[in-house]
């Protein structure tokens, strides 16, 4: 591992795909692979949290493959209220969370602000990685952030989404395992950026550019489903961004929670009959909500 990380810092350019900016320019990045590499090396649970909106559903969706290709023993919380912050939310930690088992918690566009709460889980023996993009108050919480608008971070680009940020940690746990496939996760990336409706400039115009043209040969059985069930011919920005409104979780909170889950476990399973099933189902509460 040693040698790993010492190579990263001598080569940065052998860690860029598609002229997009190596990882560890991310202030925090090596931190977080080092602990996710514990994690998954001693079989710690590691659960991802996460909130319901197109962007964070994407990113979980995308982070869920990923650590499962490479033998992680994951699941993902998603908050069930609606909430304008984003912020852990302690009875989520002392009711749900806890349960679970987590040793390690990996937020997913949230969490940068979380400074009792992060302390909350230090208490209970969890760690906390935050992978966040909002800028802090302040400070930030004494724990490992990946914040590109952290203070010391030198990350030239600013503007990526909860799902971009993601798939910097994708790529940084990629390059560890030797991971050759981490790119045909472009399209859950686009999908999350596109609907984010951060500026298509720099590396979101990449991700979109490249995430279009895996959109076209996607083996991402939720995804194909959603093409199919809502006849989409051509992919372009304005199909897409129609494709991410099918999985807008909608009705109330806990319905939002709920149908959260339901897209996460559309975009992650390996049936394609159930990817239909889920497809079926979210397109008849589309309808409904209207």
Known sequence: MVDFFKDIQKNNNDFIEYNMYNPFLLKGMKDALKRIIKAINYREKIVLYGFYDVDSITAISLLMLVLK??????EYFIPGELSE???LVEKDITGHIKYLGPELIITLGCGTNSFSEVELCKSMGI???I???HKPIKHVPHTIVVNPNQKGCNYPFKE???CGMTFK???AISTYY???SVNKYMDLVMIGTIYSKKKIESENKIIVEEGIKQLNCTTNYGICALIKIHNINIINEETVLKLASTVKPTINPVGKMDNAKIVVELFITTEKNRALQISKYLD??????I
């Open 69 to 74: 290709f490479v033998n992680a023993d994951v």
């Open 85 to 87: 912050n984003r912020d």
């Open 127 to 129: 760690d906390v990685i």
């Open 131 to 133: 992978t966040d993009f």
């Open 160 to 162: 990526l989404c909860t």
């Open 169 to 171: 940690l994708a790529q």
């Open 178 to 180: 030797k991971m050759k």
């Open 284 to 289: 008849k509460e589309l309808k409904n909500s």
